[in-house]
């Protein structure tokens, strides 16, 4: 059996070194550097030195590298470099490997060595040597590095390094005497183990965490390793229970990891990533080395995964999704696989119609993306603020965490980064803020926890957090029977007429979840076999914690149900008809279509202010013009009648204008 590729790209932390695609790179790497040196070279087998003896030494360490003998090729580096103090290529290797292994003090010693001897010979070591300066907090030394080397290059690709770096330096300096809060708090040993920990998702009421581990496997030959989903409760003292993997979605075969979960925690978006020999086993497809899945927990059993499919995967690498509170807006990393890694990795989005199809990709502007990687993203419950990691905005080096606000046009505003101490020079990544946006989840190799990487929280400081947000917890049932009703329930901005959020109530038990900022809101509540629910809300941000709670009874198609058209808007003592009544209009006109057989009246009711016969008059009027909107759409005019009852048939009191708006409606009876 072939091993599965992990779930993250290379490089997104040092102490994850051997991951397949890690070890891809590794291979290359000989390759690489040896590239280098010809270019370095004034002719394809010259040397610096002419000592036949470290030449020899030389020759047989790039033999060991194309073998993969890493450690033989650093001795016979070593000791050619102690054979010719003058000899500037090995010093250049064993710089190169140095940093490979992270043995940054060691490697900008080669590299001092190597500009000592001979600026000119290989100028690419001084800007490794001021990216390492710049990882060590030696911000001066690095800024004169960077600056120097910009002086001399003219390949761009590195000239835009060397000035990102010295666009690093000025951050940096500034930005580490002006510390934010910071005191990251342990999940403690029932979330973390002595396995790395890492890509929390956490649903809307902040009870239960789903998080990646890698885990032991010695029956994957090579690696040994694979990667699961765990998932933890908290108790009622709002502690975290001790977790258990994820059943149905997790095998034995294959890496999943880096989910995202919908709000009310029932749909899970994931990376799942083929074998070697780029199948996914079974009946699962697959469209490129890495793709989206998802899976639907119904009561307490999860489904069988199901690949998103095209457009959203590709041929090349997508992992990393996070979906909006929406519940149809994704947004997900995708890299070029190359040979040497994963490259040009950037945050692409795309939205699902009414027919559950998901649109063209597209990729984020400028002010998110840069010309170097991205990843870890995650939009916001608010809809409205999105933190992700990258190396490509100004920053402490290696991945940084940043925060980008949606404009009112829909363009993403400039990265903000989160600041130091959160990040540091190490790379920072795999954050997610709850709903709420007080907490703050992430991943860290530091020191003092269980081993490896662990989870963390800590407060975020209040000018980092997204907008304010609520959640509302509903519950479907059949207003006859109470039975649990599985329905899709809408939530649409008043304002806009823009969808704001959705979810799918659970059969089991008719619950869902929701989150939304503050607004008026009209929901729409529809399942097979009933009416739809109609409904319009004021929805206020409450105190943290504590969520709106709707309840959703649906009438079931039977002669004599009645709903109310809570959503159809006219003008004041008009029957015009407003467009913002259309998402109601066409879910009834939808209704129609899917029971041919169903015949219905279309009742008007008034308050009781004005002269009866006004009232009377129209009513009639009113409940017409809904008649004639629905027929308009294709609706046979013989299966609806369209009466008006004026104030005869209240439904509230009519000395208060709460009340007053409740007499005030359009209903469907079904007849």
Request: net charge negative.
């Amino acid at each position: 059996m072939n091993s599965a590729r992990s779930t993250r790209p290379p490089g997104s932390w040092r102490s994850v070194l051997n991951t397949p695609a890690v070890l891809c790179a590794r291979s290359a790497f000989a390759a690489c550097c040896c590239g280098l040196l010809l270019t370095a070279s004034a002719q394809p087998g010259s040397y610096s030195s002419t000592d036949k003896g470290a030449i020899k030494r030389y020759e047989s360490g790039r033999d060991c590298m194309g073998q993969r003998r890493w450690d033989c090729a650093e001795s016979e580096f070593t000791k050619a470099a102690d054979a010719d103090a003058q000899f500037i290529e090995p010093r250049i290797m064993l710089a190169e490997i140095a940093e490979q292994k992270g043995e940054n003090a060691v490697a900008m010693t080669r590299y001092r060595e190597v500009m000592a001897i001979n600026p000119r010979f290989f100028p690419v070591a001084q800007l490794h040597l001021a990216d390492l300066e710049f990882r060590a907090g030696d911000y001066s030394a690095a800024e004169k590095n960077y600056s120097a080397y910009m002086k001399q290059e003219e390949e761009p690709q590195r000239k835009a390094r060397a000035k990102l770096g010295l666009r690093n330096c000025e951050f940096a300096a500034r930005a580490i005497q002006q510390p934010v809060p910071f005191e990251p708090k342990n999940l403690g040993p029932n979330v973390n183990s002595a396995d790395p920990e890492y890509y929390p998702c956490i649903t809307a009421d902040d009870a239960t965490l789903i998080y990646t581990r890698r885990v032991k496997a010695p029956e994957i030959p090579i690696y040994g390793m694979q990667e699961d989903f765990y998932v933890s409760r908290r108790d009622l003292e709002g502690n975290w229970k001790p977790s258990i993997p994820l059943p149905v979605v997790n095998t034995r075969a294959f890496n999943e990891g880096a989910g995202t979960l919908s709000p009310d925690g029932r749909f899970l978006i994931f990376t799942k990533c083929a074998l070697e020999d780029g199948t996914y086993g079974g009946s699962l497809a697959g469209e490129g080395s890495c793709d989206l899945f998802i899976s639907r927990r119904i009561g307490d059993r999860w489904g069988v995964p199901q690949n998103l499919g095209t457009p959203v995967n590709s041929s090349h690498w997508e992992t990393q999704p996070s979906l909006a509170s929406d519940g149809r807006t994704l947004y997900y990393v995708r890299g070029a696989v190359a040979r040497d890694g994963i490259k040009s990795m950037d945050i692409w989005t795309t939205t699902m119609d009414d027919e559950g199809r998901w649109s063209k990709p597209v990729k984020l502007g400028d002010n998110v993306n840069t010309p170097y990687q991205e990843e870890s993203v995650q939009i916001h419950p608010d809809g409205r603020t999105l933190y992700f990691s990258s190396n490509g905005h100004p920053g402490f080096g290696g991945l940084d965490i940043y925060m980008s606000r949606k404009q009112d046009d829909g363009t993403w505003g400039p990265a903000l980064n989160l600041g130091y101490p959160i990040n540091s020079s190490a790379d920072e990544n795999s954050l997610l803020v709850s709903a709420d946006g007080r907490i703050a989840y992430f991943a860290s190799d530091r020191a003092g926890g269980h081993g490896d990487l662990d989870l963390y929280s800590f407060e975020l400081y209040p000018e980092a957090r997204p907008l304010p947000i609520t959640y509302i917890k509903g519950n479907v049932f059949d207003v006859d029977t109470k039975a649990p009703v599985e329905a899709d329930v809408q939530l649409y901005d008043l304002k806009t007429g823009q969808l704001a959020t959705g979810a799918y109530s659970d059969p089991k038990t008719g619950e869902f979840l929701v989150c939304l900022p503050s607004g008026e809101y009209a929901l729409n509540a529809s399942a097979e076999g009933y009416l739809f629910f109609s409904k319009n809300y004021d929805v206020a941000v409450t105190k943290v914690g504590e969520p709106v709670s709707l309840e959703v009874p649906m009438s079931a198609l039977t002669a004599g149900s009645t709903i109310a058209l809570r959503n159809i808007f006219f003008n004041t003592a008009s029957y015009e008809l407003l467009p913002t009544s259309n998402t109601e209009l066409d879910k009834l006109v939808k209704l129609l279509q899917a029971n041919p057989a169903l015949r219905i009246e279309l009742g008007g009711h008034t308050d009781n202010v004005g002269a009866d016969a006004a009232n009377l008059t129209l009513s009639d009027q009113r409940a017409n013009a809904v008649r004639d909107f629905v027929v308009a759409k294709g609706i046979d005019a013989a299966r609806i009648t369209a009466k008006g009852y004026g104030e005869t048939r209240p439904v509230a009191s009519n000395d208060t204008e709460e009340g007053r708006a409740q007499n005030r409606r359009t209903e469907v009876t079904v007849l």
